[in-house]
């Protein structure tokens, strides 16, 4: 990821400091990371670079280097580039840095020099993080993150099985990362959880294969699991107050969830698959406890004791 992201600003300083659009030539040998064996190489990576930076909203565009059109170049509007000032209430900057201390990464947070440009951080805003910090898998989204940019085949173990994917997206959810794939030699969609996975390797190879279009790998996550199984039944769990608003929001409408004068809510929840399930509640370790029905809660013990 990393390699990406540096390759991505040299390419973005280039276009702002040059006041000429700039050669597909030219960026090829000057700006650090394009050093492709083959044209065709750098045109792909190039092509997707362009592409990412017109996704982030900014205005990179090919235009003639002269009055005669007989060459073109690359150029950034630095006109268009630029941010309005947005007028932010004390208020709303106020909220802004609650939400860029709310996560760190490699054990800083992020984003504190966006908010300086967006007019500084509001008086008594300022504090310790507030959020945890992702940082121990920063070397796994990194190499993931890579393999998804380039469209390169993933490698790692994963609960004792070398496994190796195609990696369409990365998902981030209660503190922890999930990298949706499907196997090499498949095409059902699975969600890893990379703190799972180790031993991690990127194939060498860009391009390998060409990810769904319109695919959305939230959803593959958010999804619920426990509905994927033949053993139905009605689980209900209490879940301590600090944890219920994202019990209430993962949970979803089809959960039937009363609210509890001290905070706790109980939810009956149909579950189809009962492992699916208790592999999702232990994430709340010892703030949710399974009320009934006997043999999921039996079968939730049995594991804690032989973790």
Known sequence: MQRVIERI?????????????????????????????????FHRTFERDKALLRDLGIPIEREATDAFEVEFGYAVDGERYSLADPGLSDDERVALSLA????????????????????????GSSGTQLGADLGEQADAVAAAFEAISERRFFEFEYRGTRRRVRPYGLVHRRGRWYLVASEANGEIIKVFRLDRASDIRQVPGDDAFTRPEGFNPAEWVIREPWEAGDEWMVATVVFDPDVAW??????????????????????EIEVASADAFIGWLIGFEDRAEIIAPDRLRSRLIELVRNA
């Open 246 to 267: 994202i019990a209430r929001r993962e949970l979803g409408p089809r959960a039937n969830i009363a609210d509890h004068p001290d905070g706790t809510i109980r939810a």
């Open 9 to 41: 600003l040299n390419l973005l300083a280039l276009l702002l400091t040059v006041d000429r659009p700039v050669t597909a030539s030219e960026i090829r040998n000057t700006v650090a990371g394009y050093d492709r064996d083959s044209d065709t190489a």
């Open 100 to 123: 860029v201390q709310a996560v760190g990464f490699g054990g800083r947070t992020l984003g504190e020099e966006a908010l300086m440009k967006l007019g500084g951080v509001a008086a």
